[in-house]
């Protein structure tokens, strides 16, 4: 089975600063798909960035950008200035990617993370 | 376009009671995914529908049913409800099961206390 493990439960950063998020999964499939989804108090989950697992070159979604390590199963998130809105539950998740897009995710336990002004 | 719209939002039951909680997908898709987020946990899937049948289920017991509407909206069953039972239910929806680079959109969840 797969599982998907955010080691980070909270990290906290100040407004405009970098921070990254840790993910890492465990699966034996060779095609599949890693997301990062934000939960923002609404409770909402909101997609934020997609890595198909066949593409070597890391997704960025403006001043969202992963960092893909197929052979290490890391799949980190790097928030760019960040802004206050950007505070929020983030999670990591994976889909198996030969059942199409409506195939389950697996959730990580996600990161909660702080904006300080 | 209206996104994906659960009711209601908020829901209190005692043990032993059912509930139902509806799902309206996103305008254009015929699928729905049902996760169950317990506090400080991520979402567990729980089932999928797609074209009134259930096509993949996740490791809950019977007491967790569903159903799916001509229409693709869906409700979500559980019998004899347990404390644990406790927690947000979020549905998801998607379009066809065999499209690789769709996405699921979720809605904001139902909240569910069980007393």
């Known amino acids: 089975a797969q599982t998907v493990t955010q080691s980070q439960p909270e990290m906290s950063v100040q407004e405009a600063e970098t921070v990254t998020l840790s993910c890492t999964y465990d699966t034996s499939e060779s095609d599949y798909y890693l997301f990062w989804y934000k939960q923002p108090p609404s409770r909402q989950m909101i997609l934020v960035i997609r890595?198909?697992?066949?593409?070597?070159q890391n997704a960025t979604e403006n001043r969202f950008s992963v960092n893909f390590q197929k052979a290490a199963k890391s799949f980190s998130l790097k928030i760019s200035d960040s802004q206050l809105g950007d505070a929020a539950m983030y999670f990591c998740?994976?889909?198996?990617?030969?059942?199409?897009?409506?195939?389950?995710?697996?959730f990580g336990k996600g990161t909660k993370l702080t904006v300080n002004p | 376009d209206a996104g994906v719209t659960q009711s209601p939002t908020h829901l209190i039951k005692t043990r032993g009671q059912q509930v139902t909680l509806r799902c309206s997908p996103k305008?254009?898709?015929?699928?729905v995914s049902w996760y169950q987020q317990a506090l400080g946990q991520g979402p567990q899937f729980i089932f999928q529908?797609?074209?009134?049948?259930?096509?993949q289920r996740g490791n809950f017991p019977d007491r967790f049913s569903g159903h799916q509407f001509p229409n693709y909206s869906s409700e979500l069953n559980v019998n004899a409800l347990l404390l644990g039972d406790s927690a947000l239910y979020l549905c998801?929806?998607?379009?066809?099961?065999?499209?690789?680079?769709?996405?699921?959109?979720f809605g904001a969840g139902t909240r569910l206390s069980v007393l």
């Open positions: 529908y797609y074209e009134e049948e259930e096509r």
């Open positions: 890595q198909e697992a066949y593409k070597q």
């Open positions: 998740a994976y889909r198996r990617g030969r059942q199409g897009g409506s195939e389950k995710l697996v």
């Open positions: 305008s254009g898709h015929d699928t």
């Open positions: 998801a929806s998607s379009l066809g099961l065999a499209l690789a680079k769709n996405i699921q959109y």
